[in-house]
């Protein structure tokens, strides 16, 4: 039978105790050494990884475009309240060129790596975040998604991904995490602010920063583009409330874009030892959806590709799909496309199910198995 999916997977309605002990055993998941290399051949030999240039140059004058207009309505509308629909606009082009940022991070734009790195770092800066700070953390994600300890993405962060984190929360944390998945969607309204403190943090950390003066010089500039002329030609209001409106419509942008791609997903424990493929695919979701979605989350619907391929252009991702779905199918893989509102289901039913951790001890599944015996 083969046990390629349209919906969520077994492995991702256990519960993470349980993933994680099937994983560690490694029992269940058979390692399959050759398996990347043989799905990276073909798509190799397709020329899936070649690069390309026009469609970034057309993403690129279209966000361009994009801003102008937003500028030209701002001044157009001046003392008006119908310029938090500006506010919202600029929050979505913002969070399209963080998907640029991420997509030269991993050189899919430029035909050399450095010239993608000072790409990705100017991007970055134009969306307010340190590049070095999210290069960091992401490259970690990379190499172990959904791994216990090592993805610094399922690390507690007022949201707790683990029941061991849910259950060790306190105060008003702990009032939240017991409704975190509920809560999961006005928290983000929340996030764009978080990105923008925790690249300050990091800039103004003691420690060594690669590029610290220039991307502490770029957010700077960035948000003295943005700001001085909200203050000197809004009302304090309507400035303070256009600022607040395109930081949260960010927020819940970025982070409706990232949560469907792993939350939900089967939970690595530290200690397993997997294959790049098994652990890859096995962990990320995807988004059905076709164009729309992929102009929608830049590219990131086709999650299981990218953690394949993270060079591939976003233009390539929906044929390397079918490659990797009839390698999945022939081998017995299991491979996770859900639709986005489906995602989004699974995401806050797992969240909440993690929460229940933080009101009864006995709601961990190892708790719970000493407890019933």
């Known amino acids: 039978m ?7 997977t077994e492995a991702s309605r256990l519960t993470p105790g349980r993933i994680r002990q099937t994983y560690a055993g490694n029992s269940e998941f058979p390692p399959m ?3 990347y290399r043989d799905v990276l051949n073909v798509v190799r030999d397709t020329g899936l990884l070649g690069r390309t240039p026009r469609f970034y140059s057309v993403v690129a004058a279209g966000l361009a475009v994009a801003f102008a207009g937003c500028i030209a309505g701002f001044l157009l509308l001046g003392d008006s309240w119908f310029q938090l629909l500006i506010a919202g606009a600029l929050g979505i082009l913002f969070t399209q060129v963080a998907f640029l940022a991420h997509e030269a991070a991993h050189r899919q734009i430029l035909a050399s790596g450095p010239a993608n790195f000072r790409l990705a770092r100017i991007l970055a800066g134009v969306v307010g975040m340190s590049y070095s700070w999210w290069d960091s953390k992401h490259t970690r994600h990379h190499g172990n998604p959904n791994t216990v300890g090592k993805d610094p993405d399922i690390a507690v962060d007022t949201i707790s991904f683990l029941e061991e984190d849910a259950a060790r929360s306190r105060g008003i944390i702990r009032w939240i995490t017991q409704r975190q998945g509920w809560l999961f969607f006005p928290l983000l309204t929340l996030e764009g602010l978080n990105l923008h403190r925790l690249s300050f943090q990091h800039l103004f950390s003691r420690g060594k920063v690669t590029g610290r003066w220039t991307e502490l010089g770029l957010i700077v500039a960035r948000f003295a583009i943005v700001l001085v002329p909200l203050f000197l030609l809004l009302p304090l209001g309507m400035a303070f409330a256009f600022f607040g409106v395109m930081v949260a419509v960010f927020g819940v942008y970025m982070g409706a874009t990232f949560a469907p791609n792993h939350k939900g997903m089967p939970i690595i424990a530290p200690e397993a030892r997997l294959d ?46 079918e490659i990797v779905r009839e390698y999945c199918r022939t081998n017995d893989v299991p491979y996770t496309e859900v639709s986005m509102l489906r995602s989004y289901s699974i995401v806050i039913r797992y969240l909440n199910r993690v ?19």
């Open 276 to 321: 790049f493929f098994t652990k890859q695919v096995r962990t990320s979701r995807n988004v059905s959806g076709g164009w729309w979605a992929t102009w929608l989350m830049g590219g990131l619907n086709y999650q299981v590709e990218h953690h394949l391929f993270p060079s591939m252009s976003r233009l390539h991702l929906s044929r390397a799909r």
């Open 2 to 8: 083969s046990l390629t999916h349209t919906d969520t």
């Open 33 to 35: 050494a050759r398996a």
């Open 355 to 373: 929460g229940l951790a933080a009101s009864d001890p006995f709601a961990c599944p190892a708790a719970a198995q000493f407890g019933r015996s």
